[in-house]
């Protein structure tokens, strides 16, 4: 019988909920490099948690993450958890892909085997 989790639908579903969170999570850090880093002591955290929430890379890597979870929900409520959830390790492996393009960051040999070990799983996980 037809399992509903092969649809087309879900693969878009999941693929796009993968979009959103890399693009969300690349633009918050994106953001950061621009804005500095969260402040310890107290009494400049409100200060910049103002300020951060009306910087549009904040705010558009915000949006991201909600349109993923939109797409989530579609991808879950038409398949398994167990079928879906897998996939979302593609997303660490893009933002350690685009990582070391898109902010100079060097990534060293390790993180690399365990996203190595991650598609793996995920190949696996698929089948």
Not at 38 to 61: M, N, Q
Not at 89 to 94: C, D, K, M, T, W
Request: charged share 10%; glycine share 8%; aromatic share 14%.
């Amino acid at each position: 019988m037809f399992k509903i989790e092969n649809s087309w639908v879900v693969y878009l579903l999941i693929a796009l909920t993968i979009l959103f969170t890399l693009s969300g999570q690349l633009l918050i850090k994106s953001a950061t490099r621009e804005l500095g880093q969260i402040p310890t002591r107290p009494e400049e955290l409100l200060p910049f948690a103002l300020s951060a929430y009306r910087y549009w890379k904040v705010l558009a890597g915000l949006a991201a993450g909600v349109l993923a979870s939109f797409c989530w929900l579609g991808a879950v409520s038409r398949s398994d958890i167990s079928f879906a959830y897998p996939f979302m390790g593609l997303a660490i492996v893009l933002v350690l892909v685009l990582s070391p393009l898109l902010f100079g960051e060097v990534v060293p040999w390790h993180r690399w085997l365990g996203v190595l070990i991650v598609c793996l799983g995920i190949w696996i996980a698929a089948r």
